[in-house]
């Protein structure tokens, strides 16, 4: 970890949170600090012209003085971390100085904001000076969100009211069922609100909350939250996705907790957190199910580099990875039974079974995972009773380790059009080194579908609580998602490829997405055989036939939705 605030730094800030905008006379792009219907000034020309809209991230308000006063989206999920590296490494540096003083990036205090400014503050705030601190406070003081950040074209859809960094009475960590935010997003606020009631000065408030009042109930959020885990397993389990946002929080509560209590229920966290999942690590990325989380990728991804950072056992080349400036800077490392089930130094093969509640912990065993690792793969499944996160469930998965990187299968009915999420058409049922899936529409009668009960407020009817469920839940899912007819598939022309992935949602057809590394070893009318590095993968297609597409990456760039 030594070179990496360096390589953070060197990532730059700054630059996301610029508004878009657009020479008349040349059409030529530029970037302004401008906020919609300012006068500014062609660089290439020098036309004065009105800013229009400044994008997603870009300035959208200023105050009295001048300032810009808010930004759209969340630059600084981004941003933060590299400008708090440079300050590390130049507590001086006027511009890292002049951005992070900038009144909209103060206020920005929602989740991934807040998870960054709870690791500045404690390190840099003093460096920062009082007038600093004052107007740093203010903003944390009078937060509230209105806004969905991280939520693209929903970030203004309506909510029933705003959230705040303490978060809601009655709730799991703190956030309602409708809209108070995913695990993630909730971990990130309370265990942010926590470090700030310990460190920043009497008479401060956190979203209007004198700081012993929001100590204790963010305190009582994050027990409760652990005992959950203890009880019915995590939610948002093994996600590879979303994982890091929250390790990162504990991270910081873990490091700058004054309380012994709130650093020992941090470190039970991580331990959690890095426990369960190096059960299921292979090559550096986790195998079987997964809550929210995608097939490895051409870049490790931040949970792939948090692995790396530990346990060192990946076949990527890592030598330019960038990790975060909380595992730069935590003092917070596995232990070694920990470190030795992530590398698999322990007695291999094993086999896990989970049960894994629904999303917000409030019914047991809703789903039931099994997990198979041998020396070079696992393979791990999780029985799907209803559909409560389609798009990005990793309902089953087989990771193999590769010479270059972690090579994923997965695979079943495309109704979501990602290499991940899941098809009611699909059922799986898995055993040690064999998994069994059939695809197919619902033939349940009429008189067996009982009524779904969801609140009109939603969004849309995902990581819906229990209360909400049918009584007979997995009847209901799959009655309302699994009963449209299937269409029949023919294998596409190179330059049909397009147009076949467009219709590829109500495919009468399982997929078995494959890893270009692999090679086709042995293929019959019945059985087909893969070869990886130490690892052969058999398919037995059971449906009336089967086909294989190998699309050049040129056809893959085509195709609008590039996961597939």
């Known amino acids: 970890m030594a070179p990496m605030l360096p390589r953070i730094a060197a990532e730059g800030f700054a630059k996301r949170s610029l508004a878009n905008s657009k020479c008349p006379d040349t059409g030529l792009p ?3 600090w401008a906020v919609k219907g300012e006068t500014i000034y062609s660089p290439y020309t020098g036309r004065a012209y009105q800013q229009g809209d400044t994008g997603y991230f870009g300035p959208k308000a200023r105050n009295e003085e001048g300032e810009i006063s808010a930004f759209g989206g969340d630059p600084l999920k981004y941003e933060l971390q590299s400008a708090t590296a440079q300050l590390l490494l130049h507590p001086g540096d006027a511009l890292a100085r002049g951005f992070l003083s900038i009144p909209g990036n103060l206020r920005q205090q929602y989740h991934f904001a807040c998870n960054n400014w709870a690791r500045f503050y404690p390190y840099l705030a003093d460096e920062m000076g009082e007038d600093w601190k004052a107007r740093f406070h203010d903003a944390v003081a009078d937060y509230e969100e209105t806004r969905r950040p991280s939520d693209g074209n929903r970030e203004y859809a309506p909510m029933s009211h705003p959230h705040d960094l303490v978060g809601e009475e009655g709730t799991l960590l703190g956030g309602n069922t409708i809209e108070g935010g995913t695990e993630n997003h909730k971990t990130m606020w309370r265990t942010s609100c926590l470090v700030y009631s310990q460190w920043m000065p009497e008479g401060a408030k956190i979203s209007g909350y004198d700081l012993p009042e929001a100590e204790t109930r963010v305190r009582a959020f994050l027990t409760e939250y652990a005992e959950r885990m203890l009880q019915t397993g995590n939610g948002e389990y093994d996600s590879q996705i979303y994982y890091p946002y929250s390790i990162e929080g504990y991270m910081n509560l873990y490091d700058f907790a004054k309380k012994p209590e709130d650093r020992a229920l941090a470190k039970f966290t991580l331990d959690y957190y890095f426990a369960t999942t190096a059960l299921k690590l292979v090559d550096g990325h986790i195998a079987g199910g997964m809550k929210r989380g995608y097939l490895p990728k051409g870049e490790p991804d931040k949970m792939e580099k948090l692995f790396w950072g530990y346990f060192d056992d990946v076949s ?27 590398r698999g130094e322990v007695a291999l093969p094993y086999e896990a079974r989970m049960p894994r509640p629904f999303y917000h912990m409030d019914r047991k065993n809703g789903f039931q995972e099994s997990f198979y690792r041998s020396n070079t793969f696992g393979l791990g499944n999780v029985y799907m009773s209803i559909v409560d996160n389609p798009n990005q469930q990793m309902v089953w998965s087989l990771m193999v380790e590769g010479e270059d990187d972690p090579l994923g299968f997965t695979g079943g009915q495309p109704l979501r059009l990602t290499t991940s999420g899941h098809s ?9 080194n064999t998994l069994l ?5 619902s033939e349940l009668d009429e008189k067996q579908h009982p009524e779904f009960n969801i609140s009109d407020k939603r969004i849309n009817p995902w990581h819906l609580p229990d209360s909400a ?3 007979e839940f997995e009847l209901a899912n799959r009655w309302k998602y699994a009963t449209e007819p299937l269409q029949p598939v023919s294998p596409p022309a190179e330059d049909e490829l397009e147009a076949f992935w467009e219709q590829k949602k109500y495919s009468a057809a399982s997929w078995l997405l494959i890893p270009k590394q692999v090679e086709l070893v042995k293929e019959t009318d019945r059985q087909l055989i893969w070869k990886a590095p130490n690892t052969w993968v058999a398919v037995w297609p059971i449906g009336t036939d089967y086909f294989m597409i190998d699309a050049s990456a040129e056809a893959i ?3 609008e939705d590039k996961t597939w």
Do not use: C, F, G
């Open 424 to 432: 009611p058409y699909t059922q799986t049922l898995h055993s040690k």
């Open 437 to 441: 899936l059939l695809s197919a529409p």
């Open 30 to 32: 530029l970037k302004t």
């Open 469 to 471: 469920q049918a009584r």
């Open 316 to 342: 990527r080349d890592m030598s330019e990875a960038v990790t975060t400036v909380h595992q730069a800077t935590t003092r917070y490392w596995p232990n070694t039974i920990i470190s030795k089930i992530a």
């Open 557 to 559: 760039a085509k195709v």
